[in-house]
């Protein structure tokens, strides 16, 4: 089930703002109460399972029950619509095949998410602007909405959206020598508050703000210090093994109370970002029609690709 796809938001617009709170707290509720009927459904058999769609595959470990999201975008996973829709895809699926847990990770070896494809912003046109921020907006409430245990296992590089989705789990664990960060600023553009939200839940509040107006990228051995990744592991298998141990770490816990208590504590960010999210769509169109920003992800685009023949 997908958690964007059931919110009355354009009705709530409508509404007074007493009205308005009250629809968003049905609307909790009702998320609530949907993750609570498939967590009491995840109790029975597991099953053993491989799947895929164009871009993401999922391998569920019949031992352990734990699925792993594997993103497949050759050559940096960076997010076009059709990755964004089928990670989605893979995440529902997962929830809905009694899995225990799901890890995130990467087909590449060296980039976990190179985060938005630019190319899917430049020279392009409103209607396809707003289907990019509105998948990205779909993935992202989609792992960070989800009552399972997530763990995102990093075996590369994850700037700005790649990073947006590490920071959506719960746990991550990244491999030596890569960068991951929300370089927003860098590139001259401000990240929405949904953006920072994993960010917000994971750093202490002074390490993210000055983080964010930097626009830094921290190496793994900084994240790792600031807290921003819980573990280094020296290897993909090792780190996926971390991430498996994490999830197994709730074995003997209840899963539903597990789950709701998870759901209690992002219910905030999720209400908030409902509440903004039609008008942060409006606000990146806006944003990256902008004469001066189309220019600037130009020649952004073309110093990306002289650094690769380099
Ligand atoms: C001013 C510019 C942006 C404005 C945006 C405006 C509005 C958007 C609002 C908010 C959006 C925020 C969310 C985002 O995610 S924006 C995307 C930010 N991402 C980055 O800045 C990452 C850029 N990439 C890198 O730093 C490196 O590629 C990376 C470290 C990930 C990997 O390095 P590596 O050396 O392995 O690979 P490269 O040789 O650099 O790249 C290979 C190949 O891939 C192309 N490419 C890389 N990143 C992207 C991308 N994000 N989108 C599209 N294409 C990308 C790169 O050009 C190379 O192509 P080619 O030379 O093989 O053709």
Known sequence: MKLSSRIPFRLALKQTPEQRSSSIDTYQRTMLHSNLLRL?????????MSTATKLTTVEVNDKTGIATLTMNRPPVNSQNVQLLE???KSITEIENNKSRGLILTSAMSNVFSAGLD??????????????????????????????????AAINGHAPAGGCLLATACEYRVMVPNCRIGLNETQLGIIAPKWLMSGFLNVLPKRVAER???????????????????????NSKEEALEKCSAFIGSFAKVNSLARGLTKLQFRAE????????REKDVANFIALASRPEIQKDMGIYLENLKKKGKK
């Open 40 to 48: 009491v459904a995840r109790g029975g058999p597991k099953r053993l």
């Open 86 to 88: 089928d990670l989605q």
């Open 118 to 151: 630019i190319h899917e912003m430049y020279n392009t046109n409103e209607e396809r602007l707003r289907i990019v921020w509105t998948e990205l907006q779909n993935a992202w409430i989609a792992l960070y909405g989800s009552s399972l245990p997530t763990a």
């Open 211 to 233: 983080a964010l107006t930097q626009g830094r990228m921290f190496t793994t051995q900084e994240a790792f210090e600031v807290g921003l990744v819980d573990e280094i592991a």
């Open 269 to 276: 960010n999720i209400k908030e970002f409902e509440k903004i």
